[in-house]
């Protein structure tokens, strides 16, 4: 999700992929719906006999470890500023590419 955008500058075709699962995910997480991915890892571990978790894996695996509760208002602004912003990025980018005329030789 993060990153898309970015990797759409390469292969372009990729925007027909990452912009409907980015609004997807967006749509999930405004709505506080749990995460289908996690929820399918979760039930996984559970059958393989590892223990549960809580917070999603974001909040497990990347700000449990340094200390920040994914909850937290702060937190939670700079996931959306650091996601918004990179796909700001790659699909400003993209449009300029687009959009300027065709140089002929």
């Known amino acids: 999700m993060l990153t898309g955008s970015l990797l759409a500058l390469r292969r372009p075709v990729l925007v027909r992929l990452h912009a409907p699962v980015a609004l997807v995910v967006l749509g999930i997480n405004?709505?506080?719906?749990p995460c289908p991915?996690?929820?399918?890892?979760?039930?996984?571990?559970e059958r393989a006999g590892a223990p549960p978790y809580d917070g999603g894996f974001?909040?497990?695996?990347?700000f449990g470890p340094v200390g920040l509760d994914v909850g937290?208002?702060?937190?939670?602004?700079?996931?959306y500023t650091v996601a918004?912003?990179?796909?700001a990025v790659g699909y400003?980018?993209?449009?300029?590419r687009?959009?300027?005329p065709v140089a002929r030789r």
């Open 98 to 100: 687009t959009s300027r």
């Open 72 to 79: 937290s208002a702060a937190v939670q602004v700079g996931m």
């Open 37 to 45: 991915l996690t929820t399918v890892e979760l039930a996984l571990r």
């Open 58 to 62: 974001l909040g497990h695996v990347v």
């Open 84 to 87: 918004l912003g990179l796909n």
């Open 30 to 33: 405004l709505a506080g719906a």
């Open 92 to 96: 400003g980018l993209l449009f300029l």
